[in-house]
């Protein structure tokens, strides 16, 4: 085996122990959250679930139809919020394992980019619970027939809630989705504002095929999408135009300094 092979397969292999000691450290962290919160189980779930049980009419509850959810529905609603408190380091470890791979001025980039990530994303999901909770739940509590009590599953509305805390999430990082997409040229802020109709026959697509059959969850989701899109496109404007002017002053020093000393 040559020299330059051997050069070449142990970065290689550097790289992938060290994405294996981030993974760990990432699995550590949420175990280690999860033990803390796994006593609260039970008090999570009631907080998860008032949205809905505090619409339910007098005398009703929620139910469990299988014999395992009163144990298990409160367990994954802890591994999943665990995972939710562990990401500002899980994309702390992440961005570890990239970060020696940048240039200076993308790491300048990528930082605030990171805090926003995260602040965006927990900002979804309480804009989640907060606000579209209440009003979907009002709404599908208030329309069904007189004679038919509302007794919801308990593993049915977390499999619900978490799709729509993660839908929401997901969907807050569409002004980082788009800063970034701008920063590396692959689209124009023009060009954007061009697509602009299209972007929101597209939120409101998004919407139907992430929420519920109706019209309110899809339009609280769709609504928002298109006015983060709005957000990301102004931002945009700015952090390209200021990036513009630097350039711009570095070639002007650039001439000074060659007008200065024209013979090195």
């Not at 292999?13 to 796994?38: K, P």
């Not at 209440?134 to 007794?151: D, K, R, W």
């Not at 993660?166 to 701008?182: D, H, K, N, R």
Request: net charge negative; hydrophobic share 55%.
């Amino acid at each position: 085996m040559s020299a330059e092979h051997m050069d070449q397969e142990q970065p290689l292999i550097a790289h992938l122990v060290e994405l294996r000691q981030r993974l760990l450290y990432s699995v550590l962290a949420i175990l280690v959250i999860f033990l803390g919160l796994f006593a609260f189980a039970n008090d999570l779930y009631t907080w998860i679930s008032e949205p809905l049980t505090a619409l339910l009419p007098e005398g009703t509850s929620m139910i469990a139809t299988d014999v395992t959810s009163p144990f298990f529905a409160p367990f994954k609603l802890t591994l999943v919020a665990s995972a939710f408190l562990a990401m500002p380091f899980l994309l702390h470890q992440a961005w570890s394992f990239i970060s020696p791979g940048l240039y200076s001025h993308e790491k300048r980039l990528a930082v605030p980019l990171l805090v926003s990530s995260i602040f965006l994303f927990y900002l979804g999901v309480a804009f989640a619970y907060f606000v579209v909770f209440p009003l979907i739940f009002g709404f599908f509590t208030s329309v069904g027939p007189e004679n038919i009590a509302v007794m919801t599953d308990i593993s049915s509305y977390l499999n619900f809630v978490l799709k729509l805390f993660f839908a929401f999430g997901i969907v807050f990082e569409i002004p980082v989705a788009t800063l970034l997409l701008l920063w590396s040229g692959v689209v124009t802020v023009d060009g954007l504002r061009a697509k602009r109709a299209y972007v929101i026959v597209g939120c409101f697509v998004l919407g139907m095929l992430l929420t519920p059959p109706d019209i309110i969850s899809q339009s609280l989701l769709a609504v928002p999408m298109w006015l983060l899109f709005e957000l990301g496109i102004l931002l945009g404007r700015i952090l390209i135009k200021s990036r513009d002017y630097k350039d711009d002053q570095e070639l002007d020093e650039t001439a000074d300094q060659e007008k200065q000393n024209p013979n090195t």
